[in-house]
């Protein structure tokens, strides 16, 4: 975008007059971030229109979740102005960085929600026609503190600071109808900016409101069933975000939040087609949809059903859908996988009901054997068989996790449809995890081999031959984001570290699969180990956890209690204040992120081999030069393919052995032979923390007895996972060490969205 500071500041203060009675000088920072975003929008109006106007094939990205983080600061790094917009504001007094308290959107969880993110941002930067559809929460994901070391929620006012980014189209709203209400829908579409291109998609958010107010005549034609309270529930539906990661809630809210979103979507879709005089069996021509897991499945009955009311019949809507449809899975775990009981949903939507049972009975006249193939038994709908069974392509987010779906999750469908499973696998934006929140690492590599790299990363292995010449650089650019993430740190979280510490890292959502106790003891192990003498020469090291626990989780709330004891005993421990250091920071979102990942010595990837989909977080730091600590799991097998295993930390059980080891697994053993790591388990019980909720209790027991004991191998894995950790501790800092930093910094290329979104573009959407 060309930049005119006059014309921008004028822009700012018109925005300032016209909404907020106020001018630059009387603004507040609330005021004045909204004005600078408004002035920014008014001048991508046209190239946004232009798109959006465009009538070339496009693909829908339905997903329950978009993690975006905060919009400002990456919208003006992707037109081109984020300097300029700086220097502008500098010349008026005005501090740029002041909207660093500007809210995330946080309307998703983790993963899952964050991709969808990268992809659009990466889908417009490569000018691919993706759009995303969604829901807008009013509350995102929860605040969460610590008090007393247990974990507190607070509801996410993520529009606390408005909401300027987005645009309220009225005139494309919709009504919903499920069986005992009928909402509407308002879309607010957010503009997607591609990278210095011009480009310009749109996130499309759907908000339920009342439908009263909006028009008496269809409120007036609607069923007979409806209740009277519904105008008040009505907003429920897109209240909150379920704050659940890899784990399914049978709640009935959720699903009509997913009807709720697809259908609405669906419509409108639907409804432009139709007004461009096209027949509806020509959809695909110009659509074809990416559901996001499960969570918009219902999104195909929903279609079948639009289209039969079209006019179309059974087969040949079906026909329509299996083009339109593609399928990504992003876990394994059985209690992740959504099943619907079939009363409850034909209950609510007892004509989408009526298309999935249509889809069983189309499956079974197929002849195949009911014990393997099935959408509807035992009254449960199975979301993923009815995903896998219409759709065109299915595909997992990474080699280890698409070879999983294909020999053990989805055996049988693949044995059936082997065309229909491609692997993608998954990448993240180099825009913002690395021009933006690492601009000076960003600046020594175009001083090296230019700037080609923001959108090929792949150019990065270009740096190869400078790595020995960059080394000196690079370690005072990453001490320099270590000083920053300790100031930010000592200020959020009242913890001091110096940033002459390593900087161990694991952020990511709390599970017990991705085996955050497995570094918590260690780091007792440690300590232990430092107490009594037995480690010497310690090199100093602040472990640094960040990580949210779904509120009903119980045993994922206990690990952080747990992990915050340990911070507490050793943060007071003045015996050890120069060796190690224990946070863990209190509400890790996309902009915490943003500032711990370009600053992390250690990327610790450890979840048990087989259980972690891809993982992306181990692409972010890796792009920051960060060496892996990990299993052989997700996409951290093929960081090492790119990388090198030999510039990596890798230990553990593999998947092939996973499975054998646990046939005969029991704990008890382990334990007894490793006093160290049984005193620290002992800590659980022994009274070292307080703790009267019961909570560290059942922690030990859920590790020590039961049922299924250790059920994530965390202490099978134990000796081998130190072993490892404190070999990378010890080679930290020399020059081979940085090496491979910078290596693994090279290597990243094949992990950027963009290759992603390429990948998708060619091999399922036919963009
Ligand atoms: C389902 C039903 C009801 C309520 C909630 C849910 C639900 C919500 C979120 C189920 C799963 C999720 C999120 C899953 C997720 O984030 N998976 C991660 O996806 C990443 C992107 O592909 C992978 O890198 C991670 O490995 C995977 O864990």
């Not at 933006?436 to 690492?441: F, R």
Request: net charge negative.
């Amino acid at each position: 975008m060309k930049f005119d500071k006059k014309t921008f500041l004028a822009d700012v203060e018109r925005v300032l007059n016209s909404d907020y009675a106020c001018d630059m000088k009387s603004a507040g920072r609330r005021e004045l971030y909204n004005a600078v975003s408004k002035a920014v929008m008014e001048e991508a109006y046209a190239d946004w229109s232009r798109e959006k106007k465009s009538n070339r094939r496009r693909c829908g990205y339905f997903s329950a979740e978009f993690l975006m983080g905060r919009a400002i600061y990456s919208n003006l790094l992707n037109l081109g102005i984020l300097e300029e917009v700086g220097d502008a504001l500098k010349s008026v007094g005005e501090d740029l960085n002041q909207f660093e308290e500007v809210e995330d959107a946080a309307l998703g969880n983790g993963g899952l929600g964050r991709l969808a993110a990268c992809y659009l941002e990466s889908a417009a930067s490569k000018d691919i026609a993706l759009d995303g559809y969604g829901i807008r929460y009013r509350y995102g994901l929860f605040r969460q503190t610590f008090e007393n070391g247990f974990q507190h929620e607070e509801g996410d006012d993520w529009l606390k600071w408005g909401d300027p980014w987005s645009v309220r189209v009225d005139r494309d709203a919709v009504l919903v109808r499920f069986a005992d209400q009928t909402v509407r829908a308002v879309p607010y579409d957010m503009p997607i900016f591609g990278y210095k291109n011009g480009v310009v998609n749109t996130l499309r958010l759907w908000q339920s409101e009342p439908v009263q107010a909006f028009d008496f005549a269809s409120f007036n034609e609607m069923r007979g069933e409806v209740k009277a309270n519904e105008n008040f529930n009505a907003t429920k539906i897109t209240d909150v975000l379920y704050p659940n990661d890899n784990t399914m809630v049978g709640k009935i809210l959720r699903l009509r939040q997913q009807y709720f979103m697809v259908s609405a979507s669906l419509q409108d879709i639907v409804k432009k087609f139709k007004a461009a005089g096209k027949d509806l069996k020509a959809l695909p021509e110009k659509w074809c949809f990416q559901l996001n897991d499960t969570h918009p499945v219902i999104a195909i009955p929903e279609l079948l059903r639009i289209l039969q009311t079209e006019g179309l019949s059974f087969e040949e809507a079906f026909d329509v859908c299996h083009k339109c449809f593609n399928f990504t899975n992003h876990t394994i775990m059985a209690e992740a996988l959504e099943k619907w009981d079939a009363l409850a949903l034909s209950d609510l939507l007892p004509d989408v009901y009526e298309q999935i049972v249509a889809c069983q009975q189309r499956l079974s006249s197929e002849g195949v054997d009911p014990n393997y193939f099935y959408i509807v038994r035992d009254n449960v709908v199975h979301m993923a068989n009815l995903a896998i069974y219409v759709s065109a392509h299915v595909n997992g987010v990474a080699e280890i996790h698409t070879n999983i779906l294909k020999t053990q999750t989805f055996k049988n469908w693949y044995e059936r449809y082997p065309e229909k499973f491609v692997n993608i696998t998954n990448g993240i934006t180099p825009r913002r995890w690395m021009l933006l929140n690492n601009p000076k690492m960003a600046r020594l590599i175009d001083s090296k081999i230019g700037t080609v790299w923001h959108t090929r990363l792949p150019e990065l292995k270009k740096i190869k031959p400078f790595i020995g010449e960059m080394l000196p650089e690079f370690v005072r650019i990453k001490q320099e984001n270590k000083q920053k993430l300790a100031a930010y740190i000592a200020e959020h979280e009242g913890v001091e570290l110096s940033p002459d510490f390593i900087f161990d890292v694991q952020v990511k959502r709390l599970h017990e699969y991705k085996r955050q106790m497995l570094n918590a003891l260690s780091v007792l192990w440690y300590y232990f180990g430092i107490k009594d003498g037995d480690i010497t020469d310690f090199p100093p090291t602040a472990f640094i956890f960040g990580a949210k626990a779904a509120p009903g989780y119980y045993m994922a709330k206990a690990v952080i209690k747990f992990i915050n004891e340990i911070a507490r005993l050793v943060n007071s421990d003045a015996e050890v204040a120069d060796k190690m250091k224990v946070v863990f920071v209190q509400n890790y979102n996309v902009s915490y992120a943003e500032k711990i990942v370009c600053a992390a010595d250690i990327s610790e990837q450890i979840s048990l081999a087989g259980m972690e989909a891809s993982g992306t977080s181990n692409m972010k730091f890796m792009l920051g030069g960060t060496v892996t600590l990990g299993t052989l799991d997700g996409a951290n097998v093929e960081i090492c393919e790119e990388a090198g295993s030999e510039n990596n930390y890798i230990f553990g059980a593999t998947v092939e052995e996973v499975a054998a080891i646990k046939q005969f697994y029991c704990p008890r053993e382990i334990i007894e032979q490793n006093p160290r790591l049984k005193r620290a388990l002992m800590t659980l019980v022994d009274g070292t923390f307080q703790d009267d909720s019961g909570m560290l209790q059942k922690l030990f027991e859920s590790m020590t007895s039961g049922y299924e004991p250790d059920r994530y191998l965390v202490l099978y894995d134990f000796a081998d996972y130190v072993r490892v950790k404190t070999q990378l501790l010890y080679d930290f800092g020399s020059d081979e060490f940085n090496k491979k930093c910078l290596v693994n910094m090279a290597s990243v290329g094949k992990f950027s969205a963009d290759r992603s979104v390429t990948d998708y573009a060619k091999l399922i959407w036919n963009l």
